[in-house]
């Protein structure tokens, strides 16, 4: 649309834009599968919400577990204490329950803070990042210096890869990998002056995580009928190679979050050419 | 035992944050606010969120305090830019 259409067309076209947006949206509102609510009591069992195991079970022993008055919600099924490496199939493998309740029964909120994150670092790279400025008075930094950061940028690297690909078995995650890969970065970044890295890359990198974050959750749409329901078998707890789908978004966001803290810092490193007026 | 550590990680941290507030120099008050991230993620340990902890330490003490170190750079920059 040009600049010289009349101004009764454009807010003509852009009301019959809203109309058409909104009717789309209700329709698809009303094609939506209802989702059956969920009962926690009944999805998550009350031995894997108690932290301390040991403790629960033997209060299942004695015939404490229940308080007087309370009924289990199934008695069809048993509860059975939850033992490490030889549980199976369970609703969530993760082997804490902040990691399942943030990852699996929260997804959604964590696909927000992540969207919240790179808003940040989009908005601390079109503040600050520009080009390169002549480099004059700036000391170097000694030999040390250069070779430390290189080797211990590989071992905080690889850290960093440990924390967020053992997710649902540790007490870490996404978050924390990444911003211990951003460090190993900025390491870098003080061993020699005029560093730089690929910016384009982080940004393109990080783009495709959160893309795959975003197609995992569809798939468990269009196979659970449910946005990031999870949709793999869960194992055996403990295992690697468990937990469904918790590994995979994970590791999403670990490289999300790592690529982009490390183009925060790059943008906030690399000097700008423009001054402030 | 640990009730007495969680007691003194406590005052320092209060006494590190009184100094991150009221001294003048920005360096040290960015540096003691880095400290200051480090005991409370201690505490976080001790209160058995080893998760938050993690993070806390990762983030908090390290790359935020070594962006507030870079900020004080630029800014300080331009300030005597400023003044020329």
Known sequence: MRNDTPALVKRITALSLITILLIGFFLAFKEMPKGSAVNVNQRVSRLYVMKNVETA??????????????????????YTPITFGKSKNLEDGAANVVTSIVVDYRGFDTLGEVTVLFLAATGVAMLLFGKEKK??????????????????????????????????LTPGGGFPGGAVIASGILGLFLGKNGYKPNHLGLKVFESLSGMAFVIIGLTGLFSVHSFLANFLPTGVIGDLYSAGFIGLIYIAIGMKVGAELSAVVNSMIVDVEEEWS | MIIYVATLIVIVVIMLALIAVFS???????????????????????????DVAITEAAIGAGLSTAIFIIALKKVKKGESKDEE
């Open chain 1, 135 to 168: 480099r004059k008075n700036k000391t170097e930094p000694s030999l040390i210096m250069y070779v430390g950061t290189r080797i211990s940028f590989a071992i905080i690297f690889l850290f960093g890869i440990y924390i967020f690909v053992h997710g649902h």
């Open chain 2, 24 to 50: 003048k120099k920005l360096l040290s008050a960015i540096i003691a606010s880095g400290f200051v991230s480090l005991g409370v993620s201690g505490l976080f340990f001790f209160l058995q969120a080893p």
């Open chain 1, 57 to 78: 079970t033997k209060m299942m022993e004695n015939g404490k577990f229940f308080a007087k008055g309370i009924k289990p919600l199934r008695t069809d099924v048993p």
